[in-house]
C-alpha cells in the first residue's frame, strides 16, 4: 500500500523568513508526487508536482520541492514567507496502479 | 470555463435520508473523483471515473453510489445518511490519471444529524 506521512500538524514562521513542509511517501515502484495549498473554506490548488527529471522542483506563489529518493522525502519549501501563505498544505502521492493518496496536511502560520 | 462546480455549498440531512451532491466540469477531462475531507485525516478518495461509463471504488465507498452518464458530471448519491458521513465533499478532475494534477470544486459541507 502507499502512503505518505507529514509530521508536522502545524508549522509556524515568521515572515520573510524560509519554511519548510515536511512530506515523507511510501509507493511501489516510482513515485508520482503533488502539493496542494487549502484556503480557508475553499477547494484544494494544485501547487507543483514531481514526475520525472530534475529534483528541485519549482511551483506557483514562488514554492518549490525538493525529491529525496534515498530518504522518501518531498519537501515543499520557499526561501521568504509571506503572510498570505498561511494555509493548509496537502502532500500527495501515487504509484502507476494505485489512485492519489494524500497526507493529512500541515497548517502553516506565517506571522508577520 | 467555470472550472468543477458543486452544488449545494452546504446541506443538513436527517439520518436515514438520501440525497445526491452535484458535481460538473467544463474542461473535457476524463477522469474525475470524489473525496470527503475530516479533520486530521487528509482527504480520502471515496469513488472514481476514468471516463464516461467507467466508476470505480476509491478508499471509503460505503454508503455512497456514483454514475457517469457524461463526461461533464460526476454525481455522488448519500444511498441512507449517517452521521458517520458528516464531511466535506469534494469533487475534482484531471485531464488523465497519474502525472496529471487535479482540479478541485469548492467542496459541499454536509451535517447528519
Known amino acids: 500500500a502507499q502512503s505518505v506521512a507529514q509530521p508536522e500538524d502545524q508549522v509556524n514562521v515568521a515572515e520573510g523568513n524560509p519554511l519548510t513542509v515536511k512530506c515523507t511517501y511510501s509507493?511501489?515502484?516510482?513515485?508520482?508526487l503533488f502539493w496542494y495549498v487549502q484556503y480557508p473554506n475553499r477547494g484544494l490548488q494544485f501547487l507543483l508536482k514531481?514526475?520525472?527529471?530534475?529534483?528541485l522542483v519549482k511551483g506557483s506563489y514562488g514554492f518549490e520541492a525538493e525529491f529525496n529518493k534515498s530518504q522518501t522525502s518531498f519537501h515543499l519549501k520557499k526561501p521568504s514567507a509571506l503572510v498570505s501563505d498561511s494555509a493548509l498544505y496537502f502532500c500527495?502521492?501515487?504509484?502507476?496502479?494505485?489512485?492519489?493518496?494524500f497526507g493529512s496536511g500541515t497548517q502553516l502560520t506565517v506571522l508577520p | 470555463n467555470a472550472g468543477v462546480t458543486q452544488t449545494p455549498k452546504f446541506q443538513v440531512l436527517k439520518t436515514g435520508q438520501s440525497m445526491t451532491l452535484q458535481c460538473a466540469q467544463d474542461?473535457?477531462?476524463?477522469?474525475m473523483s470524489w473525496y470527503r475531507q475530516d479533520p486530521g485525516m487528509g482527504l480520502r478518495l471515496i469513488h472514481y471515473?476514468?471516463?464516461?461509463?467507467?466508476?470505480d471504488q476509491g478508499e471509503v465507498p460505503n454508503g455512497y453510489n456514483v454514475s457517469r452518464s457524461t463526461t461533464e458530471d460526476f454525481p455522488l448519491r448519500l444511498l441512507s445518511a449517517a452521521p458517520s458521513q458528516t464531511s466535506v465533499y469534494f469533487c475534482?478532475?484531471?485531464?488523465?490519471?497519474?502525472?496529471?494534477?487535479?482540479?478541485f470544486g469548492p467542496g459541499t459541507r454536509l451535517t447528519v444529524t
Open positions: 475534482a478532475s484531471s485531464p488523465g490519471t497519474h502525472s496529471y494534477e487535479q482540479y
Open positions: 509507493v511501489s515502484g516510482n513515485p508520482y
Open positions: 514531481y514526475i520525472t527529471g530534475d529534483n
Open positions: 500527495a502521492v501515487r504509484d502507476m496502479i494505485r489512485q492519489l493518496t
Open positions: 474542461m473535457n477531462h476524463e477522469y
Open positions: 471515473s476514468v471516463g464516461a461509463g467507467i466508476t
